[in-house]
């Protein structure tokens, strides 16, 4: 991404809400927990280290607050950018210190009408925004306090359609993670846990070059696919039990996001029925994805692959509402969050899709153990099938599609 494209993304989102000072923080150095770059601030100056902020003025400029070079910190942690190189990489205005960030905006918290501010992302940040406006009440001299808006409300909205460089960078991180789980699928055997399966993902991920996962490998087999978002275990998989993974690389930032469930070994050792589970989901995916056109909403994308589970639900025997074997929603958005934003001020199952936006396609059945209204044979049984997609002219296509 070059700094030209940054700086238009962010005359985009400063134009869509005029006198206001936007700010975008990332996490401050240290701590305990991996550092998780900041996505606003990503998408926007293309920085992702620690200890960064970005100040939009409603007048255009803006200013960027990084991290100063230090070879002591650095030789325990990473080398940084520093200010000339990162403002060469982000192209805005001005870069300033780190440390004179609080100072600033302070200072210009004395005379904006509107502040873009990250609400309910860091209860500890938000304090001291409480506490700085109210320090600098009196020199605002009876105007009252600004109004304060979700700054995502207005970026959510950007990052819904992605352009050429972002859709580059997610069809690569599909094409990786298609390609590890083609690797898991064809390496799983009985006797095998799940812990394993994992770490061979993890591994085929980092051979093809992702740094970093889209998030924690999700492994389950058995009973335990029914759980939606179920960690590895130390369990052993069985032949004739079906197998859950749910993964995704990064690429540039940008993530994928796939599901697959299989039969491990032969499919004469699995319970009765449990085939006809796997192929209902899979019928409704590809049913999905085909509705998953420009004009079509996330809503009517789930209520196709219901449609198809309804008429499934008889012959599996699932009695009921679908909602109990089925409980989540077909499609999130995904871009540089594995659940990107879409605007604040709109359901996103409503929003009606595009050519360039990003969303996933997962339907899934689950029949828990001891559950009610099911066959005995299906009990503990889970499936979901799931590929991120790209909004096209012509419909949808699959990003995670190398499989």
Known sequence: MTAHHLHARRQ?????????????????????????????????????????????????????????RDPDWERWHHERL??????????????????????DLKAALTDCSALGWALGQD??????????LHSTGRQRRGRGMPDIVDSGRFLGRLRL?????????MRRAGHITAAA???????????????????LLTAALRRAG???????????????TCGL??????????????????????????????????????????????????EAVKEAHRAAIAAAVPGASLKAVHQRACEVLRDAQQGLGLEGPLEEWFPHQTSHWIGLDVH???????????????????????????????????????????????????????GAQALTSAL
């Open 12 to 68: 985009r989102l400063s134009q869509s809400c005029p006198d206001t000072l936007l700010v975008f923080e990332a996490a401050p150095p240290g701590g305990h927990r991996p550092y998780a770059p900041s996505s606003a601030l990503s998408y926007l100056s293309g920085i992702e280290e620690e200890g960064c902020a970005l100040m939009l003025w409603p007048d255009g400029r803006s200013v960027l607050y990084v991290q100063p």
């Open 229 to 278: 978002h179920a960690q590895p275990t130390a369990r052993q998989m069985n032949a004739g039990e079906l197998v859950l993974v749910d993964f995704g690389a990064r690429w540039g930032g940008y993530a994928a996001d796939m599901s697959r469930t299989w039969l491990l070994g032969s499919s004469d050792a699995a319970p009765q029925g449990t085939g006809a589970l796997l």
């Open 340 to 394: 990107d934003p879409c605007p604040r001020e709109q359901d996103g199952a409503s929003i009606i899709l595009e050519p360039g936006m990003t969303l996933t396609i997962e339907p899934g059945l689950y029949v828990p153990q001891g559950a009610q209204g099911a066959p005995k044979a299906l009990h503990g049984a889970g499936a979901r099938w799931e590929d991120t997609v790209l909004v096209t002219q012509d």
């Open 82 to 103: 520093g200010p000339q190189r990162a403002g060469q990489r982000s192209g805005v205005d001005e870069v300033r210190p780190a440390k004179d960030f609080e100072r």
């Open 161 to 169: 359609r992605k352009d050429a460089h972002e859709v580059d960078a």
């Open 181 to 199: 789980m083609n690797a898991a699928m064809t390496s799983a055997t009985a006797g095998m846990t799940e812990l394993e399966l994992s770490g």
């Open 123 to 132: 209860i500890r940040r938000d304090a001291w925004l409480l506490d700085a």
């Open 210 to 224: 992702a740094a970093r996962d889209a998030f924690g490998p999700l492994v389950a087999s058995g009973p335990r």
